[in-house]
């Protein structure tokens, strides 16, 4: 015999559960929206405007857009018409759907929810609200330059910040906090990386979604929305659609559901698995897509990782690529952009994925085959591993950027893959290296040093990320029209970037300072222009210089600083610039 019980909308079926929404309706009845409750009446732009909705529908998975489909039209007072999904949130039983939106323009805003299941459509009376200034910049995209990045009012934003991973299980068990988070904007971050737990689980079956887990990344994107924190959501890290490739945590599609209908070999080629993917994703910008604070989809980590790539082969582990970012680019209203990785080692390098994605992204975990000394014992004449480090990190940053016609960045790095472990003073110096050397070949963001954690965070979360934060702020990437710089430094390494009569650079020396060094700019207009060098571990300028390009060349010398009334006052091994054109 079986039990049935009606109780809230839910009939449980023995151990299954058919949902008829709030108010269950007989097959055969068409839909309707019985009320829409906004949370103001009043919204800043960029911030978050929410609709809960309570409806009488028909439907057995309230996630599933083929049985239900919740969506607004937002009418901006320019005329402009956005369709927003809407999507099932059971956290209040009197409306259990919402609408989540953040405004673009000032003044009065209207709206209609629309309710479809296969028995028809229904739709709401109409509603308004007023959006009003904000101090936000708005959502982040690809600047007209399309090699950097902005926000919609046209700041320029430059990315500095790292992975920073939540590895949430269970309620309350993050380990993303708000003291965390806190420490990482004083010392100068505007960002991090994380890839969450799956939102579907072998509890929730596919097409259902843990709301222990959504509810967490809820949470999420409210502490960063507060302290202006950005963020880059790795959609799929490796481990998740692979199943033993490198094994241990590397190797969890055992426990992911796509394994009820696909291999972890088909992953990529399965249309079934497609089918839910999508869906996935419609849920994921429907709840989340609404914020200021998510600027990249970082569609994959480590693509190589997976048996769809090692045996179900590169092209069709591309072609899915190619959908994801087709799918974002055409489906997020905020039109983010989208990137995605090989895992950091020499030999993966990939063309492939630089092209098909919005931003490229190389990784670099310089102990997998890039160069760098071989001995633990280094003499006077050997190769010094700071150079090699930051010329590693040179190297993969111009190949993106005249490789590649768009943005591009270090996706993934650091950690204990480098010659220096972390807590060693050479371990500080190759990150503070990196970010600066990659910041004058092109990058569009510090590198994604892997992770914040105790690990590492003496080493890495010191004042560098504060020190380089200063010196990139007050420089317009988003309008100017930059290109590599000819510079030369004899006996030292530097490089620079120039847009116009403006060039930003960094000269560095591996075994000592750079004091009384020169370095030459070719190619500037003849005049007068002021060099403003920046000790890059103080984070202080120096008085401006003036000086005076001639033929095409300003030579600039670094002075030596010492020690003054009985207090260090040091160069350093390296420092960066700004030459701007003098003003009178």
């Known amino acids: 015999m079986v039990m049935v019980e009606k109780f809230r909308g839910l009939f449980l079926v023995g151990v299954g559960v058919i949902c008829l929404g709030m108010g269950a309706v007989a097959a055969g009845k068409a839909p309707s929206v019985l009320s829409v409750r906004a949370d103001s009446g009043r919204v800043a732009l960029y911030e978050k405007f929410e609709l809960r909705i309570d409806l009488d529908a028909t439907f057995t998975n309230p996630f599933d857009p083929d049985e239900i489909d919740v969506r607004a039209e937002f009418t901006a007072p320019s005329g402009r018409k956005w369709v927003i999904w809407g999507f099932y949130n ?13 405004p673009t323009e000032k003044g009065n ?3 209609v929810v629309t309710v479809k299941d296969s028995e028809g459509t229904a739709s709401s009376r109409a509603g308004g609200f007023t959006a009003v200034d904000s101090p936000h910049h ?25 992975w920073y991973n939540d590895s949430y299980e269970s309620f309350g068990e993050g380990r993303i906090t708000e003291e965390g988070l806190d420490n990482l904007k004083k010392r100068g971050a505007n960002f991090i990386s994380f890839f969450p737990t799956t939102l579907e689980t072998m509890g929730t079956g596919l097409g259902r979604y843990d709301q222990s887990r ?6 999420l994107f409210e502490w960063c929305e507060q302290r202006d924190i950005y963020i880059s959501w790795n959609i799929w890290f490796h481990s998740y659609i692979s199943m033993a490739v490198w094994g241990g945590g590397n190797a969890r599609y055992r426990n992911n559901p796509y394994k009820l209908v696909s291999s972890a070999e088909d992953f990529f080629a399965s249309a079934e698995g497609w089918k839910y993917q999508q869906k996935l994703y419609r849920y994921i910008i429907a709840r989340w897509g609404y914020s200021r604070a998510l600027f990249l989809w970082f569609v994959v980590d480590e693509i190589n990782g997976t048996e769809g790539w090692t045996k179900g082969g590169p092209e069709i582990a591309e072609q899915w690529s190619a959908k994801m970012d087709e799918y974002f680019n055409r489906h997020d209203p905020y039109g983010r952009p989208t990137t995605g990785t090989q ?3 020499i030999g993966q390098w990939w063309p492939g994925g630089y092209r098909i994605f919005d931003i490229a992204a190389r990784e670099i975990y310089e ?19 700071i150079q090699s480090s930051y010329r590693n990190y040179a190297t993969q940053m111009q190949k993106l950027w005249d490789g590649f016609d768009k943005p591009a960045m270090i996706g993934e790095c650091g950690w204990d893959h480098t010659y220096h472990e972390p807590g ?34 003496d080493s890495v979360v010191t004042n560098q990320m504060l020190y380089f934060s200063q010196f990139v702020s007050k420089i317009d990437f988003a309008s100017k029209d930059f290109e590599p710089a000819d510079i030369a430094a004899p006996g030292c390494d530097a490089w620079a970037m120039r847009a116009g009569k403006f060039v930003v650079g960094w000269v560095v020396h591996p075994r000592t300072s750079v004091a009384n060094e020169r370095f030459t700019i070719s190619g500037l207009p003849d005049g007068e222009y002021e060099l403003r060098l920046y000790r890059t571990w103080r984070g202080r300028y120096l008085e401006p210089q003036t000086v005076e390009c001639k033929s095409g060349k300003l030579t600039c010398m670094i002075p030596e600083l010492r020690t003054t009334r009985g207090h260090a006052l040091h160069i350093g091994n390296d420092v960066a ?8």
């Open 90 to 102: 059971p956290s209040n039983w009197t409306s259990l759907w919402m609408v989540r939106f953040s």
């Open 109 to 111: 805003w209207r709206y």
């Open 138 to 162: 708005g959502f982040i995209t690809i600047a007209p330059n399309g090699r950097y990045l902005r926000h919609d009012d046209g700041a320029s934003f430059y990315g500095v910040g790292l």
């Open 214 to 219: 959504c509810g967490r990344m809820d949470q």
């Open 343 to 345: 895992s950091g080692g």
């Open 367 to 385: 102990a997998q085959g890039h160069p760098m000394p071989k001995s633990g014992k280094l003499g006077p004449d050997d190769d010094s591993p």
């Open 424 to 457: 060693m003073p050479g371990y500080l110096a190759m990150y503070h290296n990196a970010i600066w050397v990659s910041l004058v070949n092109g990058a569009c963001a510090t590198p994604f040093w892997w992770s914040y954690s105790d690990w590492i965070n």
């Open 577 to 584: 610039f700004k030459i701007v054109p003098r003003a009178f």
